[in-house]
């Protein structure tokens, strides 16, 4: 976390910016987001770069983003939107991997995401910055997302909810999302 330090005489007052970073083993800082942007699981804190993190450490997985979606038992579950790399193929092989030894292994049991879903591209505002805001709306099946005329592709929008999971089935008391995975083309 990165502060700016200034005070007066034997005090000192600490600004504290709301982002995250790592540093690796060559020195360098990695940013890896905002710490207010926090998920509530089962009563467990954690932040949405921490599971993006895990995520995009996967070969396959080009770009990662998470989001809360309500859940009636847990109070929210995580809804992750998976872009895989090019040439990559989005099947349910991934899907296991990214949830069982992904974020299950990594974080813990508690963290396992309820949606993984296909994304072929993310709804991001001309300076490249991911409107969370639309993913939570795709997330709960909310068609009214509001404004998106600061998006670089408004058609990602469309494309995300027609490849959003439609089925929940009961699969060893658990609900479960059962969707058919779209291949679309975003220009």
Known sequence: MVSN????GKFVT???IDESARRDADGYFWITGRVDDMLNVSGHLMSTAEVESVLTEHSSVAEAAVVSKPHPVKGQC???FITPNEGAKFDKKLQDELKKRGIRERIGPFAQPDVVQYAPGLPKTRSGKIMRRILRKIAAGDRNVGDISTLADESIVNV???L????????????CFQST???ASVA
């Open 5 to 8: 330090r200034r005070g007066i």
């Open 14 to 16: 600490i600004e504290f």
């Open 78 to 80: 995580l809804y992750c």
């Open 160 to 162: 995300l909810f027609q």
């Open 164 to 175: 959003r999971p439609q089925k929940i089935i009961m699969r060893n008391n658990c609900y």
């Open 181 to 183: 995975i779209i291949v």
